[in-house]
């Protein structure tokens, strides 16, 4: 649904209707205002207003981890890049539409030490900013929603009601970022006058939740305006530094949320497996409440059933996906004579297409396990409305656990099983948390680094709640290093010959660990007849960790390999780019050369090995 048909002359002087203008819309290049979901193509700058010369399309960017504020970009399409010249300000960026409440997804790169921002309706700035490697961040910093500003106020005290991030979450200059945005608009009256907040109702970096449930009580310095709207243009900082965007996925949600009124019930008591007929059973009590609740007064502790009968107002038509939950027994919902059934642990799901109206709807809830806490909820969501509760939101949860979690506020070393995002579960895995916020989890049985990660260190419930899986998750930004590890070494016949799969023939043994004073660990495993020492340190200004490796008594072509991802390629300094400018990797002079090679389609970066190797991972 196209809503800003004035941003297109085009079309008008065509006589085209605003209900044909999406079939128009590419032929004749013109971009409208955003249906409620859309990925901006980024062939052109057709969805920004009037950008600057600084503004390109490109098909590829590359930083330099030396090179502050620089971005080198290649011919193509996919890729927004802001480039200002050499010591002048570029412009803000400007798009053509306007957003309410929105989820924005995007992937940013940065250049070292560059600065830009991301200005929901012009007015409300979420900090982009190369904060590599800082272990407490500011509203200022990377994710950090920036300060409001007040001239008034003495030196010092003008700037408040910022921000920070939870956590730094944040990656290496050259490396891609993926952020996440969901954004409430502020609410107005008929008059005009602001009823409620803006609200960040969450902001996740990199797959860590950084902000959420702020609300925001005015627009932030910088802003296009002290007014707020219930809609404005998304704004690009382009004043500072050089930054990068691609993937950029915008969802509206402009549909009014449907209401539930006239709310009656019927409890009864008793175990009910099957619904009875109502007909002729005598309720317990009924009456009319405020809302569709488990919070009924006269309800039984332990064993019921409670019927409703109320009325939805959908105030848009579309295709609704509605949610019924409840706790320690089965449900139903029925509306507009389509019937979704619940059962033990398992939710009513369905989706129903409704007009502008109203619908008679049944909802039906059945507790028979005694012991389990009364709770109901009803939600819908569709793809312009964003989830919303039609229920009482004051009920319990189903087993509220408070969390086990593990900070490293002194070097920290855990053993459990450890999932691997999208990979294996690495059952003899060992965590090591530092103080400086950089951690990383080492494979006892392949004797290799399998994941790092940025910011807090362990959430051990799944290990130690209840009987438990004895797993635990970083709770920071973590970058997977091989989600199907294998051995760290290997002995080849050549440089082209396959890795092994298994340790068959190798004499593996690991042989634990020993820690230096400060606590921490340098691991000990025997392969091929030789002793190796493979020890892991965090590099200066937190911005990743070295790995040293030394072998006594090292047997004929034995390679380590660093390294396998989809794409290797090395850098003009020497520096490896691993991934989709996932992390680097910075081999030590020690006269071996690395060499890049594909295997069974994936690419390796592997390094022969005669007494020693060492290596940086860059992230």
Same mark, same amino acid.
């Given at each position: 649904?196209?809503?800003?048909?004035?941003?297109?002359?085009?079309?008008?002087?065509?006589?085209?209707?605003?209900?044909?203008?999406?079939?128009?819309?590419?032929?004749?290049?013109?971009?409208?205002?955003?249906?409620?979901?859309?990925?901006?193509?980024?062939?052109?700058?057709?969805? %920004?207003?009037?950008?600057?010369?600084?503004?390109?399309?490109?098909?590829?960017?590359?930083?330099?981890?030396?090179?502050?504020?620089?971005?080198?970009?290649?011919?193509?399409?996919?890729?927004?890049?802001?480039?200002?010249?050499?010591?002048?300000? =570029?412009?803000?960026?400007?798009?053509?539409?306007?957003?309410?409440?929105?989820?924005?997804?995007?992937?940013?790169?940065?250049?070292?030490?560059?600065?830009?921002?991301?200005?929901?309706q012009g007015r409300y700035e979420i900090q982009l900013l190369d904060s590599w490697g800082n272990p407490n961040p500011r509203a200022s910093d990377n994710g950090g929603i920036y300060e409001r500003w007040d001239n008034n106020k003495p030196e010092g005290q003008q700037g408040y009601d910022g921000h920070a991030p939870r956590q730094n979450a944040s990656l290496a200059p050259g490396l891609w970022q993926h952020m996440k945005i969901s954004f409430q608009a502020p609410r107005f009256d008929a008059a005009g006058n602001k009823t409620a907040n803006a609200v960040i109702l969450k902001i996740e970096l990199n797959g860590v939740t950084i902000q959420e449930n702020i609300s925001l009580s005015g627009p932030t310095r910088g802003a296009i305006g002290n007014n707020e709207v219930a809609e404005g243009p998304?704004?690009?900082?382009?004043?500072?530094?050089?930054?990068?965007?691609?993937?950029?996925?915008?969802?509206?949600?402009?549909?009014?949320?449907?209401?539930?009124?006239?709310?009656?019930?019927?409890?009864?008591?008793?175990?009910?497996?099957?619904?009875?007929?109502?007909?002729?059973?005598?309720?317990?009590? $009924?009456?009319?409440?405020?809302?569709?609740?488990?919070?009924?007064?006269?309800?039984?502790?332990?064993? %019921?059933?409670?019927?409703?009968? $109320?009325?939805?107002?959908?105030?848009?038509? =579309?295709?609704?996906? %509605?949610?019924?939950?409840?706790?320690?027994?089965?449900?139903?919902?029925?509306?507009?004579?389509?019937? %979704?059934?619940?059962?033990?642990?398992?939710?009513?799901?369905?989706?129903?297409?409704?007009?502008?109206?109203?619908?008679?709807?049944?909802?039906?809830y059945s507790k028979q396990v005694d012991w389990a806490k009364a709770s109901l909820s009803l939600s819908v969501q569709s793809a312009t409305l964003r989830e919303s509760v039609l229920s009482d939101a004051n009920v319990p949860a189903d087993d509220p656990t408070d969390p086990i979690l593990v900070t490293a506020s002194e070097n920290t070393i855990l053993r459990s099983f450890m999932d691997l995002k999208g990979g294996q579960r690495v059952v003899h895995a060992v965590s090591v948390g530092s103080p400086a916020k950089l951690h990383y989890t080492y494979d006892m049985d392949h004797a290799v680094p399998v994941q790092v990660w940025r910011g807090e260190f362990l959430n051990t419930t799944p290990m130690w709640?209840?009987?438990?899986?004895?797993?635990?998750?970083?709770?920071?930004?973590?970058?997977?290093?091989?989600?199907?590890?294998?051995?760290?070494?290997?002995?080849?016949?050549?440089?082209?010959?396959?890795?092994?799969?298994?340790?068959? =023939?190798?004499?593996?043994?690991?042989?634990?660990?020993?820690?230096?004073?400060? =606590?921490?660990?340098?691991?000990?495993?025997?392969?091929?007849g030789s002793t190796v020492s493979d020890t892991l340190r965090i590099l200066p200004q937190n911005t990743g960790v070295h790995r040293s490796l030394q072998v006594a008594g090292t047997p004929e072509n034995l390679y380590a390999r660093l390294a396998v991802a989809d794409s290797i390629t090395q850098l003009p300094d020497g520096t490896y780019m691993i991934g989709d400018k996932a992390w680097y990797i910075r081999v030590d002079n020690s006269g071996a050369k690395p060499v890049i090679r594909n295997q069974q389609g994936k690419m390796e970066l592997i390094v022969p090995v005669k007494t020693a190797i060492g290596y940086a991972i860059i992230f």
């Amino acid at each position: 649904m196209l809503r800003r048909y004035e941003f297109c002359p085009k079309l008008k002087r065509l006589g085209v209707s605003p209900g044909k203008a999406l079939v128009f819309m590419l032929g004749i290049g013109c971009y409208q205002q955003l249906a409620a979901q859309n990925t901006i193509p980024l062939t052109d700058l057709s969805a %920004f207003k009037q950008p600057a010369p600084s503004w390109r399309i490109a098909g590829d960017v590359n930083a330099d981890l030396q090179k502050e504020n620089t971005l080198v970009s290649t011919t193509g399409t996919g890729i927004l890049v802001n480039l200002p010249d050499k010591g002048k300000h =570029g412009q803000d960026l400007f798009t053509t539409w306007q957003h309410g409440d929105m989820d924005l997804e995007l992937d940013y790169l940065m250049s070292a030490g560059s600065n830009s921002g991301i200005y929901l309706q012009g007015r409300y700035e979420i900090q982009l900013l190369d904060s590599w490697g800082n272990p407490n961040p500011r509203a200022s910093d990377n994710g950090g929603i920036y300060e409001r500003w007040d001239n008034n106020k003495p030196e010092g005290q003008q700037g408040y009601d910022g921000h920070a991030p939870r956590q730094n979450a944040s990656l290496a200059p050259g490396l891609w970022q993926h952020m996440k945005i969901s954004f409430q608009a502020p609410r107005f009256d008929a008059a005009g006058n602001k009823t409620a907040n803006a609200v960040i109702l969450k902001i996740e970096l990199n797959g860590v939740t950084i902000q959420e449930n702020i609300s925001l009580s005015g627009p932030t310095r910088g802003a296009i305006g002290n007014n707020e709207v219930a809609e404005g243009p998304l704004r690009i900082q382009g004043d500072h530094g050089t930054i990068a965007f691609r993937n950029i996925r915008i969802q509206q949600f402009n549909t009014p949320r449907p209401e539930l009124k006239d709310v009656n019930y019927a409890i009864y008591k008793g175990v009910f497996q099957q619904q009875p007929d109502f007909n002729t059973l005598k309720p317990l009590a $009924s009456g009319q409440a405020a809302q569709l609740t488990s919070n009924l007064a006269g309800l039984p502790d332990n064993q %019921f059933l409670v019927r409703y009968n $109320s009325t939805l107002v959908a105030k848009a038509a =579309g295709k609704y996906d %509605f949610t019924l939950h409840t706790s320690g027994g089965g449900g139903q919902l029925k509306i507009k004579d389509q019937v %979704f059934n619940a059962g033990r642990n398992k939710d009513a799901k369905g989706s129903v297409e409704l007009a502008a109206g109203s619908y008679p709807v049944e909802v039906l809830y059945s507790k028979q396990v005694d012991w389990a806490k009364a709770s109901l909820s009803l939600s819908v969501q569709s793809a312009t409305l964003r989830e919303s509760v039609l229920s009482d939101a004051n009920v319990p949860a189903d087993d509220p656990t408070d969390p086990i979690l593990v900070t490293a506020s002194e070097n920290t070393i855990l053993r459990s099983f450890m999932d691997l995002k999208g990979g294996q579960r690495v059952v003899h895995a060992v965590s090591v948390g530092s103080p400086a916020k950089l951690h990383y989890t080492y494979d006892m049985d392949h004797a290799v680094p399998v994941q790092v990660w940025r910011g807090e260190f362990l959430n051990t419930t799944p290990m130690w709640h209840d009987r438990g899986d004895g797993s635990s998750r970083p709770m920071g930004m973590v970058r997977i290093l091989d989600q199907q590890p294998a051995m760290a070494l290997a002995q080849l016949s050549s440089a082209d010959a396959q890795w092994p799969a298994d340790t068959t =023939g190798a004499g593996y043994r690991p042989k634990g660990y020993s820690l230096d004073p400060q =606590g921490l660990p340098s691991f000990r495993f025997e392969i091929y007849g030789s002793t190796v020492s493979d020890t892991l340190r965090i590099l200066p200004q937190n911005t990743g960790v070295h790995r040293s490796l030394q072998v006594a008594g090292t047997p004929e072509n034995l390679y380590a390999r660093l390294a396998v991802a989809d794409s290797i390629t090395q850098l003009p300094d020497g520096t490896y780019m691993i991934g989709d400018k996932a992390w680097y990797i910075r081999v030590d002079n020690s006269g071996a050369k690395p060499v890049i090679r594909n295997q069974q389609g994936k690419m390796e970066l592997i390094v022969p090995v005669k007494t020693a190797i060492g290596y940086a991972i860059i992230f």
